[in-house]
C-alpha cells in the first residue's frame, strides 16, 4: 500500500533536490488514523494532483517511516505544534514505523530530542 502525500510546488522541489528530509502533517484524528500502527510500501510525494501517467511530477520512494515532534514553521503560525515527520530521504536509512521522538524548531534548525 502506499502513501500519497499531495504537495506545494516549494515542497515538492526541496524534496526532489534532497535538501528538505521530512515532510510534516499536523498531529490531529485525520492523520492518526491513516499513519498510526499502519505501514506502507512506498511513500509517493505528488506536485499538486498530477494525472496518473504524469511521471514528472511524482517522487516515489521507499516507506521510512515517521517521527512524532514538535516544530515552529510559519506554514502553521507562530505557536509551536505537534506533527508527523516523515522520512522522505532519498536513501534507505531504516524502515521502522515510528522513529524518536523530538522537537523540531524549524526558524533556527535545531532539534532536542525527547520534548514531546
Not at 55 to 68: C, N, S, T
Not at 71 to 100: C, K, M, Q
Amino acid at each position: 500500500m502506499d502513501l500519497v502525500l499531495p504537495l506545494k510546488r516549494e515542497f515538492f522541489d526541496a524534496i526532489k533536490a534532497g535538501t528538505k528530509q521530512e515532510e510534516f502533517r499536523l498531529r490531529n484524528d485525520y492523520w492518526r488514523k491513516r499513519l498510526e500502527g499502519k505501514t506502507f510500501d512506498r511513500v509517493v510525494l505528488t506536485l499538486g494532483y498530477p494525472k496518473r501517467d504524469d511521471h514528472a511530477r511524482r517522487i516515489v520512494l521507499p516507506w521510512q517511516g515517521y517521527r512524532k515532534c514538535q516544530i515552529t514553521h510559519p506554514l502553521f503560525g507562530a505557536s509551536p505544534v505537534d506533527v508527523y515527520a516523515i522520512n522522505v530521504t532519498h536513501n534507505a536509512g531504516g524502515n521502522a514505523t515510528e522513529r524518536s521522538e523530538g522537537r523540531v524548531d524549524h526558524n533556527v534548525g535545531r532539534q532536542t530530542p525527547g520534548e514531546d
